[in-house]
């Protein structure tokens, strides 16, 4: 699976979140584990908390995502966010995907 939409929501906020949710419901990614989010998003459209985002990015990666491992991705995002680049590779660490760099 190609995580650049996700990751690009999730560490610098673009595209818009209703966008992702829309492409990500359009070609949702056939792991079992990951049905409740995909329902979810349709339910909630761009409402859908990041928190879900984040936990189905650890899904979609292979990894649990427990309440431990959803808070960790949350402090790596938030830290990403504002331009820890250490925190890019914790999240790329943590997740287990290649991720493009913003240009």
Do not use: H, W
Not at 5 to 12: E, K, Q, S, T
Not at 21 to 26: A, F, K, M
Not at 84 to 97: K, P, S
């Amino acid at each position: 699976m190609n995580f650049d939409l996700l990751d690009g929501y999730l560490l610098d906020g673009s595209p818009a979140k209703g966008e992702v949710v829309q492409r990500l419901l359009e070609s949702p990614a056939p792991t079992p584990r990951a049905a409740a989010f995909y329902d979810g998003m349709r339910l909630l459209g761009p409402r859908t908390p990041d928190l879900s985002l984040m936990a189905l990015r650890l899904v979609l990666a292979g990894r649990t995502a427990d309440d431990a491992t959803v808070v960790e991705l949350r402090g790596i995002v938030d830290r990403a966010r504002r331009g820890d680049e250490a925190a890019r590779q914790a999240y790329r660490d943590l997740c287990g995907a290649a991720q493009s760099e913003p240009s």
